[in-house]
T-cell receptor, first 116, second 115 residues
C-alpha cells in the first residue's frame, strides 16, 4: 500500500475561521511533509517532520501550524488565513533512511483550499 | 543552492509520437534527480529517479530518463505517447537533510496530447 490520504478534498473558509487539514499514511514512513502549490506552479515545501519532530520550517507564516501527533498522522492547523493562501495543499511521506537522498516521497491527492 | 530548470512550459505532441521533456539542474555534488507527473487536481506520482549507477533509468508507464553529467541534464523520454499521458511533469532535485529529503522542483512542463 503506497497510499497517502488527505482530508478534506476541498475546504472553503473565511479569514476568521480555524480549520485543520489531515494527512495519513500507513506505509511505516517516518518523514512527512507539507507542500503548498499555487495554480500552474510547482509545489513549495512548507514543513518537514522526521520521527515526529519538526525538522524543517521554510519560514512559513505562523497562521499555519503543523502537528505530527503520531508516526502515521500529520495535521496542518489553519487560522486567520488570507485570500492569497488559497492553493492546493499536498502532503507527502518518505521512509526517513539516514542520508535520505534517494528516498522517494509519496504524495497524497491534496486539499484544495479556498480562503474568502 | 540547488536549482532545476525546465525550459519548456508547454509541449504538444500527437498520440503515438515520441516525447522528450528537458530538465537541467544545478547542484554542487552528485545530484539525486526525480521526475514526477501530476494530473489535473491530483497529487504527484513518481515516474522514475536517479541517484547512482546506470545513467539510463527506466520508470513506470514506459518512461525513461538519461542522466548526462557533462550537460547537467536529466531529460525524460517516451517512445510513443498515449492520450492518457497528458499532464504536468515536474523534474526535481533532492537534497538529504538527515532523515528527510528536501525536493526542489522545476517549474513544470505541461504536456498536451492531440489525437
Amino acid at each position: 500500500d503506497t497510499e497517502v490520504t488527505q482530508t478534506p478534498k476541498h475546504l472553503v473558509m473565511g479569514m476568521t475561521n480555524k480549520k485543520s487539514l489531515k494527512c495519513e499514511q500507513h506505509m511505516g514512513h517516518r518523514a512527512m511533509y507539507w507542500y503548498k502549490q499555487k495554480a500552474k506552479k510547482p509545489p513549495e515545501l512548507m514543513f518537514v517532520y522526521s520521527y515526529e519532530k519538526l525538522s524543517i520550517n521554510e519560514s512559513v507564516p505562523s497562521r499555519f501550524s503543523p502537528e505530527c501527533p503520531n508516526s502515521s498522522l500529520l495535521n496542518l492547523h489553519l487560522h486567520a488565513l488570507q485570500p492569497e493562501d488559497s492553493a492546493l495543499y499536498l502532503c507527502a511521506s518518505s521512509q526517513a533512511t539516514q542520508g535520505a537522498l534517494a528516498d522517494t516521497q509519496y504524495f497524497g491527492p491534496g486539499t484544495r483550499l479556498t480562503v474568502l | 543552492a540547488q536549482s532545476v530548470t525546465q525550459p519548456d512550459i508547454h509541449i504538444t505532441v500527437s498520440e503515438g509520437a515520441s516525447l522528450e521533456l528537458r530538465c537541467n539542474y544545478s547542484y554542487g555534488a552528485t545530484p539525486y534527480l526525480f521526475w514526477y507527473v501530476q494530473s489535473p487536481g491530483q497529487g504527484l506520482q513518481l515516474l522514475l529517479k536517479y541517484f547512482s549507477g546506470d545513467t539510463l533509468v527506466q520508470g513506470i508507464k514506459g518512461f525513461e530518463a538519461e542522466f548526462k553529467r557533462s550537460q547537467s541534464s536529466f531529460n525524460l523520454r517516451k517512445p510513443s505517447v498515449h492520450w492518457s499521458d497528458a499532464a504536468e511533469y515536474f523534474c526535481a532535485v533532492g537534497v538529504g537533510t538527515g532523515t528527510a529529503s528536501k525536493l526542489t522542483f522545476g517549474t513544470g512542463t505541461r504536456l498536451q496530447v492531440t489525437l
